[in-house]
């Protein structure tokens, strides 16, 4: 333990390249011979799942083998399988929560939720997958389903509906999103005014020409761009100048804070500010208060959504719910 450490240590100091200063961090996993394995093929195996725990852990740590780990690295192989057929064995669902007008409360929009049907599991929540689905890159062919079926689904409704689909930082960066969008506007024959992208800071913390131009491009199309979960991505606000952003989505965080003990009415109202002196708009989420919903319409936020509106809820519950909240409007 003294030496993993003392070696994690000294390898995380800067050293000297020529003119450059290099900072590097050592990872280590550690299976023990007779306890853990007996054979050199099986300890290299068994290190090989600590120092993916370590890795897990934070990087420049070490880690040693155990059987939870062992249970860890299982559970996450049958997932990870289960998620690659998920798709081929039609177990995802695409479900719809609307987005209203936070001054009349007639639906806008309905933003697209990814589900998994699971044949054991029943029906499993998108933070339970998606993580994973970022990091083994199926969240590339599963992003492309979820944009066809999602515009399929809004095609068939009204016209005045749009429809806000997320998409992951991985896809942000890959050079296949403009044409997977493009193929799912084609196909469902939904204009792209009527399709929303939501992504996350997180997608634009580095300056990055070919991202500004994927999403210019998608612009282009007519297609409008949220930041999603606005203000809990720790980056800086210049980024709302270079690239193309339409609408900010204030974080459920903040508006289930108004008017409590660690009050965020401040911070709602200044980035609604920002939003409108930016010419963008602004949907709060996570609304579940008609109080909330006044004090965020006095502020001047343009729309909102929430449990107060609806869960989200199956495709075939989209035209009765936009004609529920008309009516109730
Ligand atoms: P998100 O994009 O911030 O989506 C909003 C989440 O808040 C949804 O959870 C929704 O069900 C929940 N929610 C909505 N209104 C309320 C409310 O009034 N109160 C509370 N407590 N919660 C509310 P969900 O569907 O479990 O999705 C979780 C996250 O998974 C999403 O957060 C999004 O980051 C990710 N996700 C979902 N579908 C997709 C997808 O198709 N692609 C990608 N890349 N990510 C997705
Ligand atoms: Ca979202
Ligand atoms: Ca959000």
Not at 20 to 27: N, P, T
Not at 28 to 38: H, L, S
Not at 233 to 246: A, H, I, K, M, N
Request: charged share 20%; with cysteine; proline share 5%.
């Amino acid at each position: 333990m003294l030496v993993a450490g003392r070696i994690c240590e000294l390898l995380a100091e800067p050293f000297q390249l020529g003119a450059l200063q290099v900072k590097v961090s050592a990872s280590i996993g550690i299976a023990i011979g007779g306890v853990d394995g007996a054979t050199s093929n099986s300890l290299l195996r068994l290190a090989d799942m600590a120092l993916y725990g370590a890795k897990a852990g934070g990087r420049g740590s070490y880690c040693f083998y155990s059987e939870e780990l062992n249970a860890k690295a299982q559970a996450r192989g049958e997932l990870e399988t289960g998620l690659t057929n998920a798709l081929k064995n039609n177990e995802l669902l695409v479900y719809y929560q609307p987005i209203v007008s936070a001054v009349t409360g007639e639906v806008t929009s309905f933003e697209a939720l990814l589900r998994w049907q699971h044949p054991e599991r029943g029906l499993v929540s998108p933070v339970d997958f998606i993580p994973l689905a970022e990091e083994t890159g199926l969240i590339i062919p599963i992003g492309e389903w979820i944009f066809e079926q999602a515009c399929a689904d809004l095609a068939r409704c009204p016209k005045h509906l749009t429809v806000s689909v997320n998409c992951s930082p991985v896809q942000v960066n890959s050079p296949r999103l403009v044409n997977s969008v493009k193929n799912a506007l084609q196909k469902s024959g939904l204009p792209g005014e009527r399709l929303r992208i939501e992504i996350t800071e997180s997608s634009l913390m580095n300056e990055n020409s070919q991202v500004v131009a994927r999403l210019e491009e998608l612009r282009a199309l007519g297609v409008k761009i949220s930041i999603d979960d606005f203000g809990t991505g720790f980056s800086c606000l210049s980024y709302l100048q270079r690239y193309p952003v339409d609408c900010i989505k204030i974080d459920r965080s903040f508006v289930s804070r108004m008017g409590g003990e660690q009050d965020s009415t401040p911070i709602v109202v200044a980035i609604v500010g920002l939003a409108t002196g930016l010419k963008m708009t602004t949907v709060a989420e996570g609304v579940e208060t008609a109080a909330q919903l006044r004090e965020l319409a006095a502020m001047g936020c343009i729309e909102a959504q929430g449990y107060l509106f609806s869960p989200p809820r199956p495709a075939k519950d989209i035209l009765p719910l936009s004609n529920k909240l008309r009516d109730a409007a």
